[in-house]
Every structure is written in structure tokens, then in C-alpha cells.
């Protein structure tokens, strides 16, 4: 993997670069959508390439509980699997096996989990086989196995993960140098032969912020091709995330791509490129969509509300999405009261197009070095109140 900053913001932290994987260029700051089984639910290939999608997130927990990270390499790779011959990142499974996964119980060794799938089957995730899964699924940048703590946790609690979590790094790049001889995890050559990924360490340390100086310094130490700040958009307040983000970036090296896991809001975006961060991923504008909350450049948008029941104009008047060229809120609502599948793919492209369009706008604001302006004139043009997000 190669990294290059290409220019630096003159007013802010924020930055332009361009990361080049086997799979080609990825355009910094990104966002990734998240295709948790190996698609963006809705979507097709087609979809996200006219979207102007670079790079796609997906959930190594998930694959490897169904159909199995065995069956995808059998398979030719994740690539060829899901027919997407553009950058892939996968997640280490640990933010799901802590979120997701039942009984769980955690040992210095690894994490003995329940399947949230098929029930009583246990399963045990050590850094080194999450390592190995995701070698086996052929992503173009893999993640360290870490702890997500609860939000929120002691101090105690969150000092004592952060310090295993660093242990795991550790033993994750031990693992990983070892596929770079040839070697699987009980020395035997492996059976299958891969693209080279990236490895990308993760500082964790919850809200306290002197632990996630040592974990930034740690990690750093341990040294990555990239670093991420995980932890992150688990219910904390605004400020507590953006302190935690001024904590660790300037521990993290100018010259490697760093990544807000999970992150976060249109908000959340601007904020995160203005402290230095160059990558985000995020359920939110997918998840969103499909329970009929939409992104504008006015604030989120509430599709069932009845005041759109006869409404002639798109959703944003500012939007060039196909969603938007083609169809008014009236119709929308119409499908998604009748719900009706297509409509969650036309909200899908919409809130995914708003994403893509400000991600595209904030790279603009740096290359004319007035992202303050830009930051600005965007808090300026949202509602105070966006409507209440549906969550069924
Ligand atoms: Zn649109």
C-alpha cells in the first residue's frame, strides 16, 4: 500500500491523499459505504460505481459466520465473490463479535462467542485467526482485532481492554508478517495465494483521554500501514468525540492514512477531515434510507410524514441523484407506505449520492484551502431540527 498526502489545508488539520491498493487509487478523504454481507443492502454493482463508490467496507464477522471466509477463498477471494473489482476494507469482527455475539468471554487468548445466527454454535476469534480470515476473504486493508468496550465503561474497565487491545495489535502484525514468508499460523505453507493488504492498527482507551495517548502511542509504536481511532459513535456526546480525535491525531504519523471507524454523521464528516482524518465508514446514510430518513441540504427528512403526501418536488432540490432527477416525495412516500422494496433502493442512492456529493464538496474546500467557509456555509443551509429518525 502506498500513501500520499497531496496537499494540506492552510486554516485546518484537513488534508488530500490518495491511498493505492492492488485494486487500485483511493481518493482521501473517503467515505465507505458498508456492505455487510458482502453487498450494500439494495444496491447493485452498477449502483455504486455510478455512485462514484472507491472503496466498500465489509464485516469480516458476518462473512465468516455465513457462508464462511473458507468458502469465499474456495471462491477466488472476496473480489470475485461479490463481483466488485474496486478497493474492499474488512473490519477484524471485533466491534460485532462485542456487539452482536452472545455469552461472550473474553480471555487474554482470544473470544468465545455465540453466534448471533445459528444459535447454540460456538465460535472462538483470536488476533490471529481474525488475521487469518481476513487474509483468507483478500481484502485490500485488514484491521487489528481490538476490544470495543461498552459506552459506558470505568476507567478501570477501559484501561485494562486498551492495554489487551495493544497486546492483540501486536500479535495480529506478528501473524500478519508471517503470511509475508509464505507461512500460515502453524507454519505450513498456505493453500491459497492472495493480493497483498494492508494492516491498519486501531487506538482505542474509550473517553478517557490519557489512556488513548498511550494507546495512540503504543499502537504507533507497534507501527501500521494505518491507523484508526475505533471506539468511536457508541453514544458519547459530540464533544467527547471530538476531543478524543484532537487527543490522538497528533501521535498518529503525517504520512499514513488515518480512519474514523464508524463515523459517523454529515457533521461528524466535516469535523473529522478538519482534525486530520482521512477515512470514515458508516451504516448511517444505508440504514437510514431504509427506514425512510433522508439526507438534505436542509437537515434529514422524514418520508412518511404526511405533509409529503402530496408534494410534487424531489427530496432536495439541490440533489442530482437519479432518485431525485426522477421521482417526487409524494411518490416516494407512496412506496414506502405501500412498502413497496424499490423504494428503499431509490432512498438508498440518494443518501448515499449526499454523501458522496459532501465528501466530493469538503475535498473541493481543501484543494481552495476555505473548508472554514465551507464548514460554515453548511451549518448555515441545515435545519436547527431535522425530523425524528425512524428506527423500524
Ligand atoms: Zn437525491
Redesign the pocket.
Known amino acids: 500500500m502506498r500513501f500520499d498526502v497531496l496537499k494540506k489545508e492552510a486554516k485546518t488539520g484537513a488534508r488530500l491523499g490518495k491511498i493505492t491498493v492492488s485494486h487500485g487509487e483511493i481518493n482521501t478523504p473517503i467515505f465507505a459505504p458498508v456492505g455487510t454481507a458482502g453487498i450494500v443492502k439494495t444496491l447493485s454493482k452498477e449502483d455504486l460505481v455510478s455512485l462514484g463508490a472507491e472503496m466498500i467496507l465489509c464485516n469480516t464477522y458476518h462473512l465468516f459466520l455465513r457462508p464462511g471466509h473458507e468458502l469465499i477463498q474456495r471462491m477466488g477471494g472476496l473480489h470475485k465473490f461479490i463481483s466488485w473489482d474496486r478497493p474492499i476494507l474488512t473490519d477484524s469482527g471485533g466491534f460485532q463479535v462485542f456487539s452482536l455475539g452472545e455469552l461472550r468471554k473474553i480471555t487474554e487468548e482470544g473470544v468465545i462467542f455465540q453466534s448471533h445466527l445459528d444459535g447454540g454454535q460456538k465460535h472462538f476469534i483470536t488476533p490471529e485467526t481474525a488475521i487469518e480470515i481476513q487474509e483468507a476473504l483478500g481484502a485490500d486493508i485488514i484491521m487489528t482485532f481490538d476490544e470495543c468496550i461498552p459506552y459506558p465503561s470505568t476507567f478501570d474497565y477501559a484501561k485494562t481492554s486498551m492495554e489487551m487491545t495493544t497486546r492483540w495489535a501486536r500479535r495480529c502484525k506478528e501473524r500478519y508478517g508471517q503470511r509475508a514468508n509464505g507461512k500460515g499460523h502453524d507454519e505450513k505453507p498456505l493453500a491459497f495465494s492472495l493480493q497483498p493488504s494492508a494492516l491498519f492498527g486501531i487506538v482505542q482507551g474509550g473517553f478517557f483521554q490519557d489512556l488513548r495517548k498511550i494507546s495512540a502511542n503504543d499502537i504507533v509504536n507497534i507501527g501500521f500501514d494505518g491507523y484508526a481511532i475505533g471506539g468511536l459513535s457508541v453514544g458519547e456526546t459530540k464533544p467527547q468525540m471530538y476531543e478524543t480525535i484532537d487527543t490522538v491525531m497528533p501521535y498518529l504519523p503525517e504520512d499514513k492514512p488515518r480512519y474514523l471507524m464508524g463515523v459517523g454523521t454529515p457533521e461528524d464528516l466535516i469535523e473529522g477531515v478538519m482534525r486530520g482524518a482521512d477515512m470514515f465508514d458508516c451504516v448511517m446514510p444505508t440504514r437510514h434510507a431504509r427506514n425512510g430518513s433522508?439526507f438534505?441540504s436542509e437537515g434529514i427528512i422524514n418520508i412518511k410524514n404526511a405533509p409529503y403526501t402530496e408534494d410534487p418536488e424531489?427530496?432536495?432540490k439541490n440533489?442530482?441523484?437519479?432518485?431525485?432527477?426522477n421521482y417526487s416525495r409524494a411518490y416516494l412516500r407512496h412506496l414506502f407506505m405501500a412498502k413497496e422494496m424499490s423504494v428503499l433502493r431509490f432512498n438508498t442512492?440518494?443518501?448515499l449520492?449526499?454523501y458522496f456529493n459532501l465528501i466530493k464538496n469538503i475535498r473541493e474546500a481543501i484543494k481552495e484551502d476555505r473548508l472554514l467557509e465551507f464548514r460554515k456555509e453548511f451549518y448555515k443551509n441545515r435545519r436547527e431540527n431535522d425530523e425524528p429518525v425512524s428506527n423500524n
Do not use: A, F, Q, S
Open positions: 433522508l438534505t424531489p427530496l432536495d440533489c442530482g441523484c437519479y432518485t431525485c432527477r442512492i440518494h443518501n449520492y449526499y
